[in-house]
């Protein structure tokens, strides 16, 4: 069996649009958190995916707190062994050359793309999602941010960072655009209620 039973999952990015949807919106419904999504919803979330955490031990640490059942933590195997996470307490996954994994959950292989955003909108395919909406996915800098909880003017950015995130972002909006495209001439429904353009 390739997929499981049809449903619709919310795919949760870190972007500053996240702010607009408190962790109550997700309540009773299959949702995918990624990085520091951690930080603040994971009480909401099913699973919890990170493919370069870029040091934040401490989203490694709420993800084994949270997640006592190895199938709902995900992480890139090639990071998994740096960060002290074993087969026993997650899902160590691989990733593939660029291309979307039409395999299965079991397979444990998702898309490489720049974001671990296409990592996750390919395990809502093979978790048999008919719909995903994707809430957070931004890929933008507003005012000087580029995440959630980038609050009270913490975390502003140098014109340097921004340059870079810029460039960053172009890369990662191109490939999240080619992923949602092949997801839906599977006839799946994808939705972003982010500032992102899919």
């Not at 979330?45 to 199938?71: C, G, N, P, S």
Request: aromatic fraction near 12%; include cysteine.
């Amino acid at each position: 069996m390739t997929r499981l039973q049809p449903l619709e999952i919310n795919v949760i990015g870190s972007g500053r649009s996240l702010n607009n949807y408190p962790p109550e919106f997700f309540k009773n419904k299959i949702n995918i958190g990624v990085n520091a999504v951690i930080k603040e919803y994971a009480e909401v979330l099913t699973y919890y995916m990170v493919l370069d955490i870029q040091d934040h031990i401490e989203w490694v640490e709420l993800a084994k707190e949270r997640f006592k059942d190895k199938r709902f933590f995900w992480i890139w195997k090639g990071i998994a062994g740096r960060y002290g996470v074993t087969e026993d307490e997650a899902t160590l996954f691989d990733l593939t050359d660029g291309e979307f994994a039409f395999g299965t959950v079991e397979s444990k292989k998702l898309i490489r793309g720049f974001t671990v955003i296409n990592s996750a909108l390919n395990l809502a395919y093979l978790l048999g999602s008919k719909k995903i909406n994707m809430y957070g996915v931004d890929m933008v800098i507003e005012n000087k941010q580029a995440h959630y909880d980038d609050k009270d003017g913490e975390f502003i950015l140098t014109e340097s960072e921004i340059h870079n995130y810029c460039l960053r972002f172009h890369r990662m909006k191109k490939k999240v655009r080619s992923t949602v495209d092949t997801i839906r001439k599977k006839g799946v429904e994808v939705v972003n209620y982010g500032k992102a353009k899919t």
